[in-house]
Nanobody, 122 residues
C-alpha cells in the first residue's frame, strides 16, 4: 500500500507561482511513475504532468507546458510540481498519483492522494 499526501496549495494571484509537494510513504514500487492531475469544479479530472522513477522522462499537458515543472527527490520520496505564470483556469484541486506503468490516463494510476486546492485569482 502506498500513501500519498499533497501539500502547498492555496490562494495566489494570476501570474504568480506556487510549488506543490507530494510525499509518498509505504511500499512504493521501484519503477513507479508519479503523475499530477487536477479537477476543476464541474469538470473531469485531467492529466497535468508525470515523471518516471529516474526523473529522466517527463511529460506535460499542453495547457501547462512551459509553465509547470515536475521533479522528484527519491531520497525524500517526494515529487514536486512547480507552477509559474499561473492563470485563473489553473484553479482546481490537484492530485498526485502513482502508476506502475505511467501514461496520461487516470485509470492507470492505482494510488491517489486526497488533493490540495489551488485557487488563482484573476
Amino acid at each position: 500500500q502506498v500513501q500519498l499526501v499533497e501539500s502547498g496549495g492555496g490562494y495566489v494571484q494570476a501570474g504568480g507561482s506556487q510549488r506543490l509537494s507530494c510525499s509518498a510513504s509505504g511500499r512504493t514500487p521501484s519503477t513507479s511513475v508519479v503523475g499530477w492531475f487536477r479537477q476543476a469544479p464541474g469538470k473531469e479530472r485531467e492529466f497535468v504532468a508525470r515523471i518516471s522513477w529516474t526523473g529522466v522522462i517527463v511529460r506535460y499537458a499542453d495547457s501547462v507546458k512551459g509553465r509547470f515543472t515536475i521533479s522528484r527527490d527519491n531520497v525524500q520520496n517526494t515529487v514536486y510540481l512547480q507552477m509559474n505564470s499561473l492563470k485563473s483556469e489553473d484553479t482546481a484541486v490537484y492530485y498526485c498519483a502513482v502508476s506502475p506503468t505511467g501514461g496520461s490516463d487516470a485509470e492507470a494510476y492505482k494510488f491517489w492522494g486526497r488533493g490540495t486546492q489551488v485557487t488563482v485569482a484573476s
